[in-house]
């Protein structure tokens, strides 16, 4: 059965703090593992990482993935109050594109 | 970037009515779209995963008569619930891709049922 999860479930920090988000996942056809951020609404996508040991950057946010260990991280830098979300990891298959969702991080970040 | 617009936003309607949210892809053409559900306070559960043209591919324990797939043309999909009842309230969220993009969500339909 194919699995994400990801760690903590929820965390609380202040405002400047650095914060690492983790995805781990065991899955059959593994075709890529996107990040996306979800507030009220439906999720916005934030990176997409399909090769070992690349970074991928934006702003603050940055990402990366381990194929060989089989997992994500996600860091926020100096965060601000405008990143409180849930921080949600997917795996993406070749079966037809299918995408299976770990359950989220909830990140409050408080001023 | 990818736009993915779903409609309506938020649905209340009596117990035994059937619903029909659309997602359309508005700069794109989606090979591929894909219905979620959401529980308060949980992940995106995958209902279906429909392709331009054919039969949608429901999950284990998706009703394929209660949720109503249809995928017409490379920029529209729909759900329909059909004869709804409360405990079908939920959130419900399409999304879509193509052979370049990652799956871009659309804004969700919150869906109540009285």
């Known amino acids: 059965e194919d699995k994400v999860v990801q760690s903590p479930l929820s965390l609380v920090v202040h405002e400047g703090d650095t914060v690492t988000l983790n995805c781990s996942y065991e899955v059959t056809n593994f075709r890529s593992l996107l990040w996306y951020k979800q507030e009220k609404k439906a999720p916005t996508f934030l990176f997409m990482l399909?090769?070992?040991?690349i970074e991928k950057k934006s702003g603050r946010l940055s990402s990366i993935l381990d194929k060989k260990e089989l997992f994500s991280i996600l860091n926020i830098t100096a965060t601000q109050t405008g990143d409180s979300a849930v921080y949600l990891c997917?795996?993406?298959?070749?079966?037809?594109?299918?995408?299976?969702f770990g359950a989220g991080t909830r990140l409050t970040v408080k001023p | 970037g990818a736009v993915v617009s779903q409609h309506p936003s938020w649905v209340i309607c009596k117990s035994g009515t059937s619903v029909k949210i659309e997602c359309r892809s508005l700069?794109?053409?989606?090979?591929?779209m894909f219905w979620y559900r959401q529980f308060p306070k949980q992940s995106l559960m995958l209902m279906a995963t429909s392709n331009e043209g054919s039969k949608a591919t429901y999950e284990q324990g998706v009703e394929k008569d209660k949720f109503l797939i249809n995928h017409a043309s490379l920029t529209l999909s729909t759900l329909t619930v059909t004869s709804a009842h409360p405990e079908d309230s939920s959130f419900y969220i399409c999304?879509?891709?193509?052979?370049?993009?990652?799956?871009?969500f659309g804004d969700g339909t919150r869906l109540s049922i009285l």
């Open positions: 997917a795996v993406e298959l070749y079966n037809n594109n299918d995408m299976r």
């Open positions: 399909t090769s070992s040991g």
């Open positions: 999304s879509a891709r193509d052979n370049y993009q990652p799956q871009h």
């Open positions: 700069d794109f053409q989606a090979t591929t």
